[in-house]
């Protein structure tokens, strides 16, 4: 399925440049989808801030990345004001009111079918509600000016590129038992070739519904009518009830410190925050230079880091709605992490135990993540998913958009804790109403008050070690933006027990030394899709968009004279082949 991640997606940059006076202030959306970065920079170039380019690109990934790009998922928004404060917007979806602990054990046995891939596996939707929350609080432009833009790529169609035609031909076997999908993404089950128009007209009557009405064309009405009597024909549990009674809900988001800068992090239902920070507050004393990047001992630190952040992650962490007494404040503490930091042995790879807590579950396998700044430097980091890659796979009929399966990030089975990955601890079990635990990592940085990084990655588990190693790549090694993206990388998840890294991310005397330090290693595929947007001394925006999604690009629009340069044009400050 990463294959489908990389053949479809296209990074972009799109850099909004206005230089007034002595002040000199760019804007930035990077993106997956060119087009989407586009709709996103646009919103910038009317005048709109990063919410508004935010919401407004999200949309439009809904649209033409398919794959992770959703209406019918759930993610998280982080916002930065330039003046420091900032909000974290939780939209992860909610367990229906039917949802019970056992729901995915059949005849006493764990079903992961049922977990990942039936009716069941959806949880009510989340995005729509938290991109209206976090545009209610902070966006500038109307609401239907954010939406109309998917609402034509939708009606009008966008053409498939290489990368989409070969992601929609890999999903459409699995597509066979829902029609409705079949037909809204083949040519009554011929794929797709590059070069056709993917128009999706059910879709637009949609986010028509969602432009006009706000989250009740989607909550309410005849968008709910549709999903839920889809629902009941399939024996899925999502209710008329259970659409409106869901809410996005504004959080505080997690602050730390990194060697002085300021750290945002999403605080829980998502791990990210809890896990960075304490990694980063473990690895806080390392005294790394350039030249330590990629050696065996800055590897075993990280890895060893990692190790303690996510034996934490499988044993406390969950909905705090739920979990009223997750220690947040503890784990993410400076003290905690010199007790945990101490415990590592230098020399030695530690050893993770089941009993510590319990694995992490399966692999996930699409998300999408974008980074946004604008000209008064107001950040967002947003991640949102349809868990893996195109969800469920269940459009309902009429409806036009992928339901998620994010219900398969709820833990397994009660009391069912294994190293074959399986979790069964009690923070992260269905129950109703409740938000299933995740790994999405928006995360945002500032040095002496002013934005500084703006950071996130999918990749399931990874995403919290990507964003890891985006940021130790540049604050600690010292790299540009794009350099930080490109750098190999690597993922120790507690158990399984081993570091798993990208091909050509260590080198064969760092492999050697880690394995004689006890270290099981495994070469895995490509780790994340980082879009990474660096501020510096100048107030110039360095832009990192990942080439590890192939169809990448980037554009550079001009805000004086709102015009968009399509030609590929080198960075100034950084090594990238993304253009800006
Ligand atoms: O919320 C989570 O952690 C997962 N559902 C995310 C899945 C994911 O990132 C897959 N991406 N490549």
Redesign the pocket.
Known sequence: M?TL?RAIAAAVAIALCACAGAERRSGMVVSTSAIASRVGADMLARGGNAVDAAVATAFALAVTHPV?GNIGGGGFLLWRNADGSADAYDF?EMAPAAATPTMFVKDGAYDAALHHDSYHSVGVPGTVAGLHLAWRDHGTLPWRDLVEPAVKLARDGFIVSDGLAQSLAEILPRMQAYPASVAQFSHEGRPYAAGETLRQPDLARTLERIAREGPAGFYEGLTAELLVRDMQAHGGLITLDDLRNYHAVKRAPLRGSYRGLEVVAMPPP??GGVALLEMLNMLEHERWTRADFGSAAAVHMQVECMRRAFRDRARHLGDPDFNPDIPVARLTSKEYARTQAQSIDRTRAGRSAPADATSAAHE????THLSVVDGALNAVSL?Y?L???YGSCIVAPGTGFLLNN?M??FNAQPGRTDDTGLIGTKPNLAAPGKR?????CPTILAKDGTLFMVTGS????T?INTVLETILAVVDFGMGAQEAVDAGRFHHQWLPDRIVYEPGALSPETIAALGAMGHTLKEGRNQ??AEVIVVLHDGELDGGCDRREPDGAAVRVDALRGRRDPSPRRRRRSSSNCTM
């Open positions: 990463r991640t992770a992860r998502s791990s996930s396998e699409q998300t991640t998913t868990e893996q890659g994010e398969g990030d299933m635990l995740s790994s999405m999918p990749g399931g588990r995403i994340g899709v």
